[in-house]
């Protein structure tokens, strides 16, 4: 009985590290760097560097904060060369894959060229993103010759090859699915006030107050949905945001769920409320702001009929 | 700081106008009416050039340095990736002129990153080579000061005869921007950026208190003005900032001066920032630090 209880415990460890030692192999960042050279020359032997939450301030400064805001574990950086050209991977293990996709948004411009490769990439001119599973991963060329940018696909096709793709994204992103498809390519995920402050500088102290969200530049519109735990937290917020624009703005109209303003640099800004959610538009005209706003409360209607 | 009107921006653009013709392709502005220029913008893909002219539009460096001075430069030198730190080319140029000019000795306030001029031309090695660095910091009490009593600065600061502020403009996830008036932080330790970061009793991030940040950077500014303003518009990080990568602009632009909060004002501008709309350059212009509305200066672009 002893044998054979000892047996099944073997085939239970040996079917763990079956099932489990990939991921465990992937879960370390440094699993994912490609030692080996690669196509068109590029090579990497120098020591990787690592960096905590403790000492990130020592890599990327004041931009720390970001990481910190999107839920950060650790990254690791080196670089690749090729003949006097060099490549910089700083490669992002963050919480969760909703944290990876944030972060991966917030640094993604509406102009860069999308590509098939890990969950997505952005390259840009000089520079590639890459979102992997719970991954943020940046690979920066000092030029953007066509050796460098051909090098900047070729590593991080490598690099997707070691990791797992998450094929999620937030579901919150899903909202935005009435607006254009090149006006999707600027969507950002936001977690928290720093995210959202680069993107609309508010005065209004609890606008930013939410579990999380999302923003579009559409034309020359922003518009932010956020949003609450419950549609009483939602109410409750959405209230102190309505009396401390009272007091500080210039407000043009109130109807029970919406407040319209001018803000300080003379933009129109509309806040609305529905269900759980707030929803912040920024625009030059109220018209064509409202416009936005409904398109996308018909696609916030749609994806919850969903 | 001279003012002016409509008439006197005409009459200036004239005596340019007149001197650069009259100078054929050399493109010297010696002989202007500096006095009048609040600011100076000079664009072109020469950086080199830029910086020469810019400053020279302003008078030219022997209105800022005379023979047996001590000058000491700050450039936004740790950042590697491009668009994030200021151009070595621009850099280089001001310290070159400064020695033209009889400086006694160059001083950077800040350190620069090891491989910062490595890009130059050889020619610049006996320049680089003549520059020395700041004495370790000291605190400095500032009694105007509202959220930040006191800062350790490097000494080297209030000691020089000349402080050349060189910063490259950017985008700063943060503060939104980042050029003048931030760079300064640049000449205080770690641990004096961090009360920047967290205002007592703060436990929450970095920029938590956006607001606190930016009237500890006008408050620092209180300690010494810059003589000369030369910031780096050239290329730039348009968002990522401050460490990139991001996507570039490239306004190809120097922008020199004499007023930090005014060229700030200005120089925001190329990001879409409003006049008025970054706290930081609103706080030091309330501190009586530079005019915030730089609509009221002559600002001469070349």
Not at chain 2, 49 to 73: H, P, R, W
């Amino acid at each position: 009985v002893i044998l054979k209880n000892s047996l099944t415990l073997k085939k239970l460890i040996l079917l763990f590290y079956i099932l489990v030692f990939p991921f465990l192999l992937v879960s370390q960042p440094k699993n994912l760097w490609p030692f080996d050279s690669l196509k068109g020359g590029w090579f990497s032997d120098t020591v990787l560097n690592e960096y905590s939450a403790n000492n990130l301030y020592e890599l990327v400064n004041g931009g720390a904060d970001l990481y910190f805001e999107y839920g950060f574990i650790k990254v690791i950086n080196g670089s690749f060369f090729n003949n006097g050209k060099e490549i910089l991977v700083e490669l992002f293990q963050m919480a969760d894959n909703d944290a990876a996709y944030g972060i991966y948004s917030f640094y993604r411009s509406p102009k860069a060229i999308i590509l098939d490769i890990g969950d997505e990439a952005a390259l840009m001119d000089y520079y590639l993103s890459l979102r992997l599973g719970s991954y943020f991963i940046t690979l920066t060329a000092y030029e953007s010759d066509s050796i460098s940018v051909t090098g900047l696909q070729s590593i991080a096709a490598r690099i997707a090859e070691k990791g797992n793709r998450s094929g999620n994204v937030p579901d919150i992103m899903k909202f935005f699915s009435e607006f254009p498809k090149e006006e999707q390519k600027s969507l950002k995920y936001l977690k928290g006030k720093l995210g959202a402050m680069n993107q609309y500088h508010t005065t209004v102290s609890n606008m930013y107050n939410f579990s999380d969200g999302a923003v579009i530049f559409s034309d020359a519109n922003k518009i932010f949905i956020f949003r609450h735990d419950s549609s009483g937290d939602c109410d409750s917020v959405f209230n102190s945001i309505i009396e401390e624009t009272k007091l500080k703005e210039k407000v043009q109209s109130t109807e029970n769920n919406s407040i319209l303003y001018i803000d300080r640099n003379g933009k129109h800004v509309q806040v609305e409320k529905t269900d759980s959610y707030h929803i912040l538009g920024v625009g030059d005209n109220n018209k064509i702001l409202n416009k936005k706003i409904e398109l996308l409360k018909s696609g916030l209607l749609i994806n919850m009929q969903l | 700081m001279a003012k002016f009107n409509r008439r006197s921006f005409i009459k200036t653009g004239a005596a340019v106008g007149t001197g650069t013709m009259l100078s054929g392709a050399g493109n010297t502005f010696a002989g202007l009416a500096a006095d009048s220029i609040d600011i100076s913008v000079v664009k072109g893909e020469n950086f080199y050039e830029n910086t020469k002219k810019a400053i020279e539009i302003l008078g030219g460096i022997d209105s800022f340095v005379k023979t047996g001075d001590t000058v000491g430069i700050l450039m936004n030198s740790p950042w590697t990736k491009p668009g994030t730190f200021t151009s070595p080319e621009v850099a280089i140029t001001v310290v070159e002129m400064c020695f033209e000019a009889g400086a006694k000795e160059v001083i950077c306030l800040k350190k620069p990153r090891k491989d910062y001029w490595d890009k130059l031309p050889e020619k610049y090695n006996s320049v680089i080579n003549r520059l020395s660095f700041a004495k370790a910091p000291v605190v400095k009490s500032i009694p105007r000061g509202i959220s930040l009593k006191e800062a350790e600065i490097t000494p080297s600061l209030l000691e020089v005869d000349v402080f050349i502020n060189i910063p490259v403009s950017k985008n700063h996830t943060g503060t939104n921007f980042t050029a003048n008036l931030k760079n300064l932080m640049g000449a205080c330790p770690h641990s004096t950026c961090r009360k920047f970061h967290f205002k007592e009793g703060n436990s929450g991030g970095w920029y938590d208190d956006i607001s606190h940040l930016s009237q500890c950077i006008a408050d620092v500014n209180l300690i010494r003005k810059p003589d000369l303003c030369v910031v780096d518009s050239t290329v730039f990080v348009e968002s990522g900032g401050p460490g990139g990568p991001g996507p570039l602009l490239k306004p190809h632009k120097v922008v020199a001066g004499r007023d930090a909060v005014a060229i700030d004002s200005y120089v925001a501008t190329f990001l879409g920032l409003q006049m008025g709309s970054v706290d930081m350059v609103k706080f030091a212009h309330a501190h009586g630090i530079g005019e915030m509305d730089y609509t009221k200066l002559n600002i001469k672009e070349a």
